[in-house]
């Protein structure tokens, strides 16, 4: 997937504002939508599918947040939160609703530019690691993003959770530290609040592999130490 061919909503309903990122991300290369309310979202999903999503929280008719849990139940898009609510509290409640990213005005358009080229770097399965053909254990598929079992029960994962069971998946079974998972996940905010939605995460990850039959969950947490993957993960 090229620059060209990224498709991307951005949700806000400042009008100078929306209009200003959108000609900047088409400037870019980029395929962009503008919607300034909830009900103009959802009428764009209704025409197309969206690879990344760039939400503002304050809309006029719908949180933000309402838009940023759907698209996290019923797509793999990638989501960006952009407001001016900045508080912790806030930032963790973006985070609970499934964002990739939180993001608080004002930012510019490059860096939302960038931030929107380092997410995609996640989505773009071509530049994920090769397919492992052996199929044992678990399988952490990189293309329908799920996390499935041999017998071919499946859950849906966001991109955070598969980059953290990436990083799990490399340690062979021994392992990351917290400090380690956090200097990739949150590279740029390494603090209580990103070590809390790391909890935050693993808790939704962990309640996602219960609900799959037959099999104990591998996630564990070892205190002092971080996280691990207790059972083989092939990746495909």
């Known amino acids: 997937m090229g620059v060209e061919s ?3 909503i951005i949700v806000e309903d400042d009008q100078v504002l929306r209009e200003s990122v959108i000609e900047y991300l088409k400037l870019v290369g980029y395929q962009v939508t503008g919607a300034g309310s909830g009900r103009e979202f959802y009428r764009a999903l209704d025409a197309g599918s969206y690879d990344i999503a760039v939400i503002d929280v304050g809309l006029p008719d719908q949180s933000g947040l309402v838009l940023a849990d759907y698209l996290r139940e019923n797509s793999n898009t990638g989501i960006i939160i952009l407001t001016a609510r900045d508080s912790e509290e806030d930032q963790h409640s973006g985070y609970e609703a499934g964002a990739d990213l939180y993001l608080t005005k ?5 860096v939302l ?9 996640r989505l773009i399965p071509s530049t994920l690691p090769t397919v492992i053909e052996e199929q ?10 799920t996390l499935s079992t041999v017998e071919n029960a499946s859950v849906k994962l966001t991109s955070i959770e598969i980059e953290f069971l990436k990083l799990l998946s490399k340690s062979a079974g021994a392992g ?11 590279p740029n905010r390494i603090d209580d609040y990103s070590s809390r939605s790391l909890d935050a995460l693993v808790r939704r990850l962990r309640g996602k592999i219960s609900r799959l039959p037959g099999k104990p969950n591998p996630l564990k947490s070892s205190y002092g130490i971080g996280f691990s993957f207790t059972e083989p993960l092939s990746i495909r």
């Open 6 to 8: 990224l498709r991307i």
């Open 136 to 145: 044992t254990g678990w399988i952490l598929n990189l293309t329908s993003w």
């Open 106 to 110: 004002p930012v510019s358009t490059r």
């Open 113 to 121: 530019a960038s931030a929107i080229a380092k997410l995609s770097e």
């Open 176 to 186: 990351a530290s917290r400090d380690t998972l956090l200097q990739h996940i949150y």
